[in-house]
């Protein structure tokens, strides 16, 4: 037990310092009345915090359990190393660091899918498909998404493919494979968490397009309000979904 958890400690202080060096290799000063760049600089250390907390916790859950607690840590340790960079592009610009943010959701946003089949698989056997129409539906998304942005086809056309692999995604998890293997073979606990993770895809996700559309579409939103909300829906799409799992890989692991 003890040197499960130094390794532990050894990986989320491993994890810490890749996610600070390359904040420390060029920093721009934060202004105190920089709200947005307040919100990034806020965010980046709770992303860290919370990297720290699930790559420590892996020691505690069952073999099983642990892909799931690996992959929230690495979601939270990926964003955490973007908004570092993000936060340097919004205060020494003060333009939306759109690049990093695809760049960013081009990797955590399939590691959270991802997750869907990590739970159910970890209690029962599931087909591979489940896996890859998640996948596609991601990128379809994703892809729809940053073309419009930065305007190689237009902002409505973007919007359309984008709304649209994000209509597969909830296809999937709300009336697909996924959604049957969960109602039909998972305890509680994995029920429970499945369906708080697909409220979490439908409400917490819809900020993004909701974003997207007053932003580029309707111009009713300034870059500065897009990017705090931005901002918080990570907190709750990324530490708060990393939270779910860790709460039904404990309760499984220590049902036994
Ligand atoms: C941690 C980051 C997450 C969970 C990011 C999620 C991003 C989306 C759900 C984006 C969705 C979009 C659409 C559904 C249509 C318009 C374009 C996007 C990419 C903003």
């Not at 998890?173 to 429970?192: M, R, T, W």
Request: hydrophobic share 55%.
């Amino acid at each position: 037990m003890t040197t499960l958890t130094k390794k532990g400690f050894k990986t989320a202080l491993a994890a810490m310092v890749a996610g600070i060096l390359p904040a420390s290799a060029h920093a721009a000063t934060l202004a105190p009345n920089d709200y947005v760049g307040i919100s990034f600089w806020l965010i980046s250390m709770a992303l860290i915090a919370a990297t720290a907390f699930f790559f420590i916790e892996t020691t505690r859950v069952e073999g099983k359990w642990k892909t799931s607690l690996t992959v929230s840590g690495l979601v939270t340790l990926v964003a955490a190393v973007h908004y570092f960079y993000m936060r340097d592009v919004w205060v020494s610009t003060g333009e939306s660091p759109t690049v990093y943010r695809y760049i960013d959701w081009l990797i955590t946003v399939p590691l959270l899918m991802v997750e869907f089949y990590l739970i159910l698989r970890a209690i029962t056997n599931v087909s591979q498909g489940i896996f890859w129409r998640l996948m596609i539906g991601t990128v379809v998304m994703l892809v729809g998404g940053y073309a419009g942005e930065i305007g190689y086809i237009s902002a409505t056309l973007g919007f359309i493919i984008g709304m649209l692999g994000w209509a597969y995604i909830l296809y999937e998890i709300f009336a697909g494979e996924a959604s049957k293997v969960a109602a039909d073979e998972a305890p509680a606990s994995v029920q429970s968490a499945f369906s708080t993770m697909r409220w979490i895809v439908t409400i917490g996700w819809a900020i993004y397009p909701l974003g997207y559309f007053m932003g580029y579409m309707n111009g009713a939103v300034s870059d500065e309000a897009l990017n705090i909300i931005y901002n918080f829906a990570d907190v709750w799409n990324k530490i708060a979904f990393g939270v779910i799992i860790w709460n039904v890989a404990v309760t499984e692991s220590e049902s036994k």
